[in-house]
């Protein structure tokens, strides 16, 4: 008898124990890291395809993975680098083309991930110059940003459409004064950043004519740092953890995320809807971004302006980090 209660004690104990083990495993996924929250700085341009950074700050992700986060934004990715390079910022976001650009200048530039592609550039033009069909372009003045997305899909686009850059006018305009260029008459077209692009045409209303520039092919939307900050990465750990766990609150709660750009950048549910379909947002590192900067390499040959070889793209790719948190993620032929 004495045993029998021994034993059924015995078993009270384990099961305890085990639930105690199991509840102790699953808290810890939410628990915040113990110490003093790490310090850390980002560059962003509000977009769309930023979106895991807004969930992740709006849901508290940041502050849970133990992170101290401050955020400034920028009309671009390419001036959300040139803050990291002044040291103004630790991490910033930006295209991959924007990135290759801005490694001539500063080569201790790191991709650390894609958090997202897009495929939402555009060239918007005025009816009013003559221009309603792409090879009206052809002698106009066309705005870009240089160095950014805006320069790369204006080259494709005019190439595609068998319209020979020498018989255009191309004019070099800040980022955020894309709309503006247009709207108030200073050039003829512009080739445009999504937000930029549906400004632009809302404004104009039927004097705009415009066209998609990217022929579908999504840029990526990439996590960039110095190389020396990789060298102590637990803060960047904590900062892709926090977006892959953005990553899967967008996935079953879409409509949330897009009240919660609304709310965070000020977008309106027209602008919403107009850019959701073209975003696809995800932690990843796959293969396509090689092959998107050596694409790069080959645009800016083209156009004589190497200034160093940076023809070994994978020199500028710090994968490890997200690797070692999530090696599906990453898919990287080396």
């Known amino acids: 008898m004495t045993g029998s ?5 015995i078993s009270k104990i384990l099961v305890v124990v085990a639930i105690f083990t199991l509840y102790g495993c699953q808290s810890g996924i939410e628990r915040q890291p113990a110490g003093t929250p790490l310090k850390l700085s980002l560059a962003v341009s509000p977009a769309t395809y930023s979106a895991l950074i807004a969930v992740a700050d709006e849901n508290g992700y940041f502050e849970k993975a133990g992170l101290d986060l401050s955020i400034d934004l920028y009309p671009s990715g390419k001036e959300a680098l040139e803050a990291v390079c002044r040291g103004e910022a630790m991490v910033a976001t930006a295209a991959d083309i924007a990135f290759y650009a801005k490694i001539f200048e500063d080569p201790s530039l790191r991709v650390l991930a894609s958090i997202g592609t897009n495929t939402g550039s555009q060239i918007v033009a005025r ?8 090879s009206d372009l052809a002698g106009k003045k066309i705005g870009y940003s240089s ?12 190439i595609t459409e068998d ?8 004019v070099d305009i800040a ?18 950043f999504e937000i930029f692009a549906f400004s632009a045409k809302e404004s104009m209303g039927e004097n705009a004519v415009s066209w998609n520039s990217q022929n579908n092919l999504g840029f990526h939307w990439l996590l960039v740092t110095r190389e020396n900050l990789t060298r102590s990465p637990e803060v960047l750990k904590r900062l892709l953890k ?15 995320t897009k009240n919660m750009l609304a709310y965070q950048w000020g977008f309106d549910s027209d602008f919403m809807a107009y850019s959701w379909p073209k975003n696809r947002l995800s932690v990843s590192f796959s293969q396509s971004i090689v092959i998107s900067l050596q694409n790069y390499n080959i645009w800016q040959q083209s156009k004589g302006e190497i200034l160093a ?3 070994d793209v994978l020199d500028y790719l710090h994968y490890a980090i997200l690797e070692e948190l999530a090696p599906v993620l990453v898919s990287i032929y080396r």
């Open 242 to 256: 926090a977006l892959i766990k953005a990553e899967d609150f967008v996935v079953h709660k879409e409509e949330q």
């Open 309 to 311: 070889d940076r023809s």
């Open 175 to 192: 980022p955020a004064r894309q709309a503006e260029a247009i709207v108030n008459g200073e050039v003829d077209a512009v080739s445009a």
């Open 147 to 158: 160095g950014t997305v805006s320069d790369y899909f204006l080259y494709a686009f005019l």
């Open 127 to 134: 009816r009013d110059r003559n221009i309603q069909k792409p």
């Open 5 to 9: 209660i021994y034993k059924r004690k």
């Open 163 to 170: 319209i020979s850059i020498d018989k255009t006018m191309l």
